[in-house]
């Protein structure tokens, strides 16, 4: 389980953009607060942010022509399995959308990456 660098996002190969945007349902989902090593980062900020880091991912889906269910569009949407949220406060927050996606966390994803056999123009 990892949350790619959201600069990658754009160049992502289709496996690992989908995986991306399962993964995102699935935090945003019964996985809230279900510790894993390389995202429990995420559990430290309000779910709005990673509404908002799937909400890049499901942009770029949409670019390349994959259809995304609507209901993840909505912030307060968890999934089938799981209560909604009744108003998630919404914030103004910057690029990153989390600071772990520093440079050093961009170098490990590429290096993760390259591991895998894909090798990506930055």
Excluded at 28 to 51: A, M
Aim: proline share 4%.
């Amino acid at each position: 389980m990892r949350l790619w660098h959201e600069q990658l996002i754009p160049i992502l190969p289709k496996n690992q953009l989908l995986g991306q945007h399962r993964e995102c349902c699935a935090l945003r989902g019964n996985g809230w607060l279900r510790r894993h090593r390389t995202v429990d980062y995420v559990f430290l900020y309000s779910p709005y942010h990673l509404f908002l880091y799937h909400s890049l991912v499901m942009d770029e889906m949409e670019k390349r022509g994959y259809n995304v269910s609507s209901e993840w569009r909505d912030k307060n949407y968890r999934g089938k399995n799981a209560e909604n949220y009744s108003n998630l406060e919404e914030k103004t927050i910057g690029s990153p959308i989390y600071k772990e996606h520093n440079p050093k966390y961009l170098a490990e994803c590429i290096e993760n990456l390259r591991k895998k056999g894909i090798l990506l123009e930055v």
